[in-house]
Structure formats: structure tokens, C-alpha cells
């Protein structure tokens, strides 16, 4: 099995070493292709208005100066286009991707292009909790519970329009309490912080930044199987029609 592994961190990111060591666990035939740099939060972005420049790490090991989107593509369409990989993996993000983040991420955007171009994808996001000195991330949990995980999932084909979106929790592997197939949960609204400042020369920049509201937690979401230390297991779907609207718009408009 030729394996593909990415992330939206950059190419130096502890996430995909931990990424590389969970793949390798299932085949020798593991190829890296990502993002020369920190591309969290460019969701399912392409570049198209200017040049790629590809560099080479080692001769399975690739950084392309762009999105999470663009190395999956490069490495599909180009490094490996005479044997495209036949699994994509995505993350191991630094941080969860769950409920409305899942819009927002590259991590979730680099398995739904793998998804689109045929190719079974699951997206792979750590829970990290803020600690004095800056963010806490234990990987010995997806590296204990990854690759049995990823096994199981691939042991049968699924939808060709799927994608499979992971999420560890904050907690030692042997506190894993299970597993758990979940839906995508809405959080309560988040407060979107605008930080206006100047540089020396005196031309404003500004820094977004959000606070995280405790949310209300609805059974059966990711949001909630992380709050009980479970790996939540999301399937998303590349068609994004509201079927229910579309039979009442079908209705109203005639």
C-alpha cells in the first residue's frame, strides 16, 4: 500500500513526524509531500496566481510553497502520478478539528482533495489543552490508537465522496475511554477578537483572534466524545447540499 502524508503545519512540524511513524506502522511505502510552511487555517485553498516551487527533502520527502491543497495535488497529479498513492493521510494537526473549524482547516481540506481526486483520506487532529509556557500536546495518544484505528478503517471500501475527519483527545493513551462515530457539532458562538496596532513606521496592522466559549455539548457530536475522552470519528461528505432545503425550495419555487 503506497501511502501519502500531509498536514497544514509545514513540513517540520512534530505532527507529521508523529504522521510518518503511525503510516510507516502500516506500509514501508510512505511519501510526505506538504507545505514549506505553517498553512493552518488556508482551508481548501489552491493557489493559482502564482508560481509553485517544489523542494526536495529526501527523495520521498517533499515542501511545496503553498496550501495543503496544492501538495495533494502535487503529489497525485505530479511526484507520484505514474502510482498514486492508494490512502491519504492528513495531520497529525497541532490542535482539534471540530465543529465549525472543520471549514476552516487545511488539515481537513488537504483529505477532502485526496476525496476528490479518488483516492480514500482521513484527517488526523490532536486535542491540545493552553498551559503556562504555551499548548500541551500528547502524542503518544494518536500513536498508540492511530494505527489500529486506521487499519480498521480501511479494511472496507467506503463512499467515494467521503472523507474521514479524526480527533484525539487531551489525555494519556491508557485514558482513551473508546472510540466514537460522531456528527459535526456546532459550538456557541466564539468572540472574534479585531487587535488593531501600528508598525514602526506607523501603518495599522491587525491580528484576529478568538475567544472559545464554553459550548453546549449535544450527544452524538465530536464535541462531545472529546469531552468524555473519546476519538471521535466523523465522516464528512464532499456534497454539501441541504437535502431538506432543497425539497422546500423545490416546493415554494414551483
Not at 500500500?1 to 498536514?7: D, S, V, Y
Not at 493521510?89 to 487545511?106: F, K, M, Q, R, W
Not at 476525496?115 to 503518544?140: P, T, V, Y
Not at 466524545?225 to 425539497?247: C, E, F, G, M
Amino acid at each position: 500500500m503506497r501511502i501519502l502524508i500531509t498536514n497544514d503545519d509545514g513540513v517540520n512540524a512534530k505532527g507529521l513526524e508523529i504522521l510518518k511513524a503511525i503510516a510507516l506502522g502500516i506500509s514501508p511505502d510512505v511519501w510526505v509531500v506538504a507545505p514549506e510552511t505553517n498553512q493552518s487555517g488556508t482551508s481548501h485553498s489552491m493557489t493559482l496566481h502564482t508560481p509553485l516551487r517544489l523542494r526536495t527533502l529526501d527523495d520521498r520527502t517533499f515542501a511545496v510553497d503553498g496550501t495543503p491543497t496544492d501538495s495533494v495535488i502535487m503529489a497525485v497529479r505530479h511526484l507520484l502520478k505514474a502510482q498514486p498513492p492508494d490512502l491519504i493521510l492528513s495531520g497529525v494537526n497541532h490542535g482539534s478539528n471540530l465543529a465549525e473549524d472543520i471549514t476552516y482547516s487545511g488539515t481537513v481540506a488537504a483529505a477532502m482533495e485526496g476525496a476528490l481526486l479518488g483516492i480514500r483520506s482521513i484527517a488526523l487532529s490532536l486535542m491540545m489543552s493552553f498551559e503556562e509556557g504555551g499548548r500541551r500536546a500528547i502524542w503518544d495518544t494518536p500513536l498508540a490508537h492511530a494505527p489500529q484505528l486506521i487499519k480498521k478503517l480501511i479494511e472496507k471500501k467506503w463512499n467515494p465522496n467521503t472523507l474521514i475527519n479524526v480527533n484525539f483527545p487531551d489525555v494519556a493513551p491508557d485514558e482513551v475511554k473508546g472510540v466514537a462515530v460522531t456528527s459535526q457539532g456546532v459550538r456557541d458562538q466564539a468572540l472574534l477578537n479585531i487587535d488593531s496596532r501600528k508598525d514602526p513606521w506607523g501603518t495599522p496592522y491587525f491580528w484576529f483572534g478568538f475567544e472559545r466559549r464554553k459550548s453546549t455539548l449535544v450527544p452524538g457530536t465530536d464535541l462531545a466524545a472529546i469531552a468524555k475522552n473519546k476519538i471521535s470519528v466523523t465522516p464528512l461528505s464532499l456534497d454539501l447540499t441541504d437535502q431538506s432545503a432543497a425539497k422546500a425550495l423545490a416546493q415554494r419555487l414551483g
